[in-house]
């Protein structure tokens, strides 16, 4: 069965970069079916898709963030990771990370992390 | 603002049976399938419906889904008060090349 796990710190001061990971278990990153995805949702608002990691490297980005943001992995870990640099107080949300199965026109989330939240302040 | 278009919110008494709507446009909706999401409060969403009208294993057979166009519909069937939850429809965008959401819609049981 398999389950995602997100980690990292909950505070992260403004103008820094945002640090999360996504442990994996029970499956491999490399899998051919699947992408593996960020996904946040600020207190009391809906969700925002992030952006998608391929094993081959390939990646999708959500166009209002794709500046500050970069999805890599570290298969070795079987890990997926996020890095979201220059945060506001805007940025203050829970981020989920999800396996994606992506076969256009097909795509669904099937299986999602906990959630962490993660606040912006000073 | 959100690219898909759902109601804010939604009701019924337990046994109803209610529909959440999802409108979207030609590149998201009217080109891949439609997912729907529930999320109950304080957890994680749960895939509740994919490829526009399948049910993951262990989603109750009440819980339905249909598009048309570039619209989708939610329907739950036999309400019951755990079904009090949110509920987010989502589809791939081939102009912005990733995934939307609607803005959510809160079912609430009376």
């Known amino acids: 069965q398999v389950q995602l796990q997100e980690s990292g710190p909950g505070l992260v001061k403004p103008s820094e970069t945002l640090s999360l990971t996504c442990t994996v278990s029970?499956?491999?990153?490399?899998?051919?079916?699947?992408?593996w995805d960020w996904i946040r949702q600020p207190p009391g608002k809906g969700l925002e898709w992030i952006g998608s990691?391929?094993?081959?490297?390939?990646?999708y980005y959500n166009p209002s963030l794709k500046s500050r943001v970069t999805i890599s992995a570290d298969t070795s870990k079987n890990q997926f990771s996020l890095m979201l640099s220059s945060v506001t107080a805007a940025d203050t949300a829970v981020f989920y990370c999800?396996?994606?199965?992506?076969?256009?026109?097909?795509?669904?989330?099937?299986?999602w992390g906990q959630g962490i939240m993660v606040t912006v302040s000073s | 603002q959100s690219v898909l278009t759902q109601p804010p919110s939604a009701s019924g008494t337990p046994g109803q049976r209610v529909t959440i709507s999802c409108s979207g446009s030609r590149s998201n909706i009217g080109s891949n399938t439609v997912n729907w999401y529930q999320q109950l409060p304080g957890t994680a969403p749960k895939l509740l419906i994919y490829s526009n009208d399948q049910r993951p294993s262990g989603v109750p057979d009440r819980f339905s889904g249909s598009k048309s166009g570039t619209s989708a519909s939610l329907a739950i069937s036999g309400l019951q008060s755990e079904d009090e939850a949110d509920y987010y429809c989502?589809?791939?965008?081939?102009?912005?090349?990733?995934?939307?959401f609607g803005g959510g819609t809160k079912l609430t049981v009376l």
């Open positions: 990691f391929y094993y081959s490297g390939s990646t």
């Open positions: 989502a589809a791939w965008d081939d102009t912005l090349n990733g995934v939307v």
């Open positions: 029970g499956g491999s990153i490399t899998s051919s079916y699947y992408n």
């Open positions: 999800a396996r994606h199965w992506l076969w256009l026109p097909y795509d669904a989330f099937d299986i």
